[in-house]
């Protein structure tokens, strides 16, 4: 569905089914947008300027109550699985009734915006919201079109989002109340239930991950991306609490994006136009180009502040431990505009393994490299639930299952003949734990970190030994400037030497177990590459 926006919203609206809204607000500027949620008490303001949020009853993403409507288009193309669940499209238009009604008589916010900082592949979205905080972190993740532009914008995807509209998961072939469904006929996202903004940024990343690579042959990416000073494009894979946000702000290199990208012929381009970082534990001495960034403009959520002021207390986890922050790119005072780079000659594999077992850096062969990628790994740290004292694995094919309409394995190809094509470095970067496991090792240090990946990239690394590792056979160096060569090997930083043996077998036995789903498509190379159980 294809409309225009040239300033008259309310004739969208209505052309959405979308009628008798009480005031609709148009393309408000963040300062209007942040009173407005002042004077409805529905946040406050940080002593940064910032404003904070509260999203209520979700404070992240709920996968299983993510829906992709099963039609013509999508039945034979779309992997459905726990990720990807079916709805129909009655069910669909029974929720699209529902969430376009709910808005009769309510204020509506209307944001213009669009998505791929390369022009060849630019999606424009029209995003409609409940809430005007939401209108302001659409402003703040999404590329701005200028005013001349917006005269002759037209929308090909349009975004809903309705917090207080709930489902009848007995009528409406939902899990529960809360909604999130992706139409790819009618080129529609209907979120209902829920507040949390990341539902949006979600849907959206999920949108391109079909289009670019079945229709235009782009490799959409999970992952954070920099440029060096000669040019050099570097991404950084990695799931959630991995780094991917933390690294890629290096003020030695410009930032292109710290979440969501794609590869074409020429490079790599952005997806977004802001980022909406961790702010967990976040402080001015770690990561500053952040913790500056969350300022007048930039939206809090979920965080809470220091008793009897306004000065946000980051390192506590009441309301949740996914506290974030979205801002503009433009924030971040390195930032590459136009957000696109060329072809990457470094890719990092980011993982905080809770193990303690990995190495803290190693460089991978190309079947090792489609054999990680595809296993995407993870271990998380003991949670807050009664009697979880062990880290807990996480495999998440690409390193973004649940956004990956598509099988893996297609997105795994076009990996895989890229990373050939132009001979791209492929690191595996642990930012999890050494000398055991969480509990017991310490965590890697950031400034270690940093390090490795700038010997990574600066050729720091050209002349160094490596050796295989033992049981996942990754290439370890035996030195690396800035970093004590003693914590190169994770065996060396264990007391217990049988012990980390012991654990290294346990996590390679959980690797081959998981892929298997994958080996009847994988091939011989990337199933050698397999650990040594």
Same mark, same amino acid.
């Given at each position: 569905?294809?409309?225009?926006?040239?300033?008259?919203?309310?004739?969208?609206?209505?052309?959405?089914?979308?009628?008798?809204?009480?005031?609709?607000?148009?393309?408000?500027?963040?300062?209007?947008?942040?009173?407005? &949620?002042?004077?409805?008490?529905?946040?406050?303001?940080?002593?940064?300027?910032?404003?904070?949020?509260?999203?209520?009853?979700?404070?992240?993403?709920?996968?299983?109550?993510?829906?992709?409507?099963?039609?013509?288009?999508?039945?034979?193309?779309?992997?459905?699985?726990?990720?990807?669940?079916?709805?129909?499209?009655?069910?669909?238009?029974?929720?699209?009734?529902?969430?376009?009604?709910?808005?009769?008589?309510?204020?509506?916010?209307?944001?213009?915006?669009?998505?791929?900082?390369?022009?060849?592949?630019?999606?424009?979205?029209?995003?409609?919201?409940?809430?005007?905080? @939401? @209108?302001?972190?659409?402003?703040?993740?999404?590329?701005?079109?200028?005013?001349?532009?917006?005269?002759?914008?037209?929308?090909?995807?349009?975004?809903?989002?309705?917090?207080?509209?709930?489902?009848?998961?007995?009528?409406?072939?939902?899990?529960?109340?809360?909604?999130?469904?992706?139409?790819?006929?009618?080129?529609?996202?209907?979120?209902?239930?829920?507040?949390?903004?990341?539902?949006?940024?979600?849907?959206?990343?999920?949108?391109?991950?079909?289009?670019?690579?079945?229709?235009?042959?782009?490799?959409?990416?999970?992952?954070?991306?920099?440029?060096?000073?000669?040019?050099?494009?570097?991404?950084?894979?990695?799931?959630?609490?991995?780094?991917?946000?933390?690294?890629?702000?290096?003020?030695?290199?410009?930032?292109?994006?710290?979440?969501?990208?794609?590869?074409?012929?020429?490079?790599?381009?952005?997806?977004?136009?802001?980022?909406?970082?961790?702010?967990?534990?976040?402080?001015?001495?770690?990561?500053?180009?952040?913790?500056?960034?969350?300022?007048?403009?930039?939206?809090?959520?979920?965080?809470?502040?220091?008793?009897?002021?306004?000065?946000?207390?980051?390192?506590?986890?009441?309301?949740?431990?996914? &506290?974030?922050?979205?801002?503009?790119?433009?924030?971040?005072?390195?930032?590459?505009?136009?957000?696109?780079?060329?072809?990457?000659?470094?890719?990092?594999?980011?993982?905080?393994?809770?193990?303690?077992?990995?190495?803290?850096?190693?460089?991978?062969?190309?079947?090792?490299?489609?054999?990680?990628?595809?296993?995407?790994?993870?271990?998380?740290?003991?949670?807050?639930?009664?009697?979880?004292?062990?880290?807990?694995? &996480?495999?998440?094919?690409?390193?973004?299952?649940?956004?990956?309409?598509?099988?893996?394995?297609?997105?795994?190809?076009?990996?895989?003949?890229?990373?050939?094509?132009?001979?791209?470095?492929?690191?595996?970067?642990?930012?999890?734990?050494?000398?055991?496991?969480?509990?017991?090792?310490?965590?890697?240090?950031?400034?270690?970190?940093?390090?490795?990946?700038?010997?990574?990239?600066?050729?720091?690394?050209?002349?160094?030994?490596?050796?295989?590792?033992?049981?996942?056979?990754?290439?370890?160096?035996?030195?690396?400037?800035?970093?004590?060569?003693?914590?190169?090997?994770?065996?060396?930083?264990?007391?217990?030497?049988?012990?980390?043996?012991?654990?290294?077998?346990?996590?390679?036995?959980?690797?081959?177990?998981?892929?298997?789903?994958?080996?009847?498509?994988?091939?011989?190379?990337?199933?050698?590459?397999?650990?040594?159980?």
């Amino acid at each position: 569905m294809q409309m225009s926006s040239v300033r008259n919203p309310v004739a969208d609206l209505r052309e959405l089914g979308i009628e008798n809204a009480a005031n609709v607000y148009y393309q408000l500027s963040p300062e209007k947008l942040a009173e407005q &949620t002042i004077a409805r008490k529905q946040g406050v303001y940080a002593d940064s300027g910032a404003l904070a949020v509260n999203t209520g009853e979700f404070t992240g993403r709920s996968p299983k109550d993510k829906f992709i409507v099963k039609d013509a288009i999508t039945a034979d193309t779309v992997n459905w699985n726990d990720f990807n669940i079916p709805i129909s499209e009655a069910n669909f238009d029974r929720l699209y009734s529902r969430i376009t009604s709910y808005f009769s008589g309510k204020d509506v916010w209307v944001r213009d915006c669009y998505a791929c900082a390369d022009e060849d592949f630019r999606v424009n979205i029209k995003v409609i919201t409940e809430l005007p905080w @939401s @209108s302001l972190f659409a402003y703040n993740m999404f590329l701005r079109p200028t005013e001349e532009e917006l005269e002759y914008m037209l929308t090909d995807w349009t975004v809903i989002q309705a917090p207080g509209c709930l489902a009848d998961p007995a009528t409406d072939g939902t899990r529960q109340q809360n909604f999130s469904v992706v139409n790819f006929t009618k080129k529609m996202i209907i979120i209902g239930g829920s507040a949390y903004t990341g539902e949006i940024k979600k849907g959206v990343f999920t949108i391109l991950n079909y289009v670019l690579p079945h229709n235009k042959n782009v490799l959409s990416m999970h992952c954070s991306a920099n440029q060096g000073s000669d040019g050099d494009t570097a991404i950084f894979f990695g799931l959630s609490g991995t780094g991917k946000t933390t690294l890629s702000a290096d003020p030695a290199r410009k930032l292109i994006g710290d979440d969501e990208h794609g590869w074409t012929s020429t490079g790599v381009f952005n997806f977004e136009g802001g980022c909406y970082a961790k702010c967990i534990d976040l402080s001015e001495e770690k990561e500053p180009q952040i913790f500056h960034a969350v300022r007048k403009g930039a939206l809090l959520e979920n965080i809470t502040f220091f008793p009897d002021t306004n000065t946000v207390n980051y390192a506590d986890k009441t309301i949740t431990e996914n &506290t974030r922050v979205s801002y503009p790119l433009t924030y971040i005072d390195n930032a590459l505009e136009p957000s696109v780079g060329g072809i990457p000659k470094n890719i990092f594999f980011l993982t905080c393994d809770a193990y303690g077992v990995l190495p803290p850096i190693s460089k991978l062969s190309p079947g090792q490299a489609m054999y990680q990628f595809i296993s995407g790994y993870t271990a998380k740290v003991a949670g807050t639930e009664a009697g979880v004292t062990e880290p807990k694995s &996480t495999f998440s094919a690409c390193f973004g299952a649940p956004f990956l309409p598509l099988h893996p394995a297609q997105y795994a190809q076009m990996l895989g003949e890229r990373m050939r094509k132009y001979a791209v470095n492929v690191w595996l970067i642990n930012t999890g734990w050494t000398g055991g496991a969480y509990g017991t090792g310490n965590r890697i240090k950031l400034s270690y970190t940093r390090a490795m990946i700038a010997a990574a990239l600066n050729g720091g690394l050209n002349n160094a030994t490596f050796q295989a590792h033992p049981v996942f056979g990754f290439a370890v160096p035996d030195a690396c400037p800035g970093v004590p060569d003693n914590i190169l090997d994770p065996r060396n930083t264990w007391e217990d030497k049988a012990a980390y043996d012991a654990k290294s077998k346990d996590l390679a036995a959980q690797f081959i177990r998981n892929f298997e789903k994958y080996a009847s498509a994988a091939e011989a190379e990337i199933l050698a590459a397999a650990p040594k159980a």
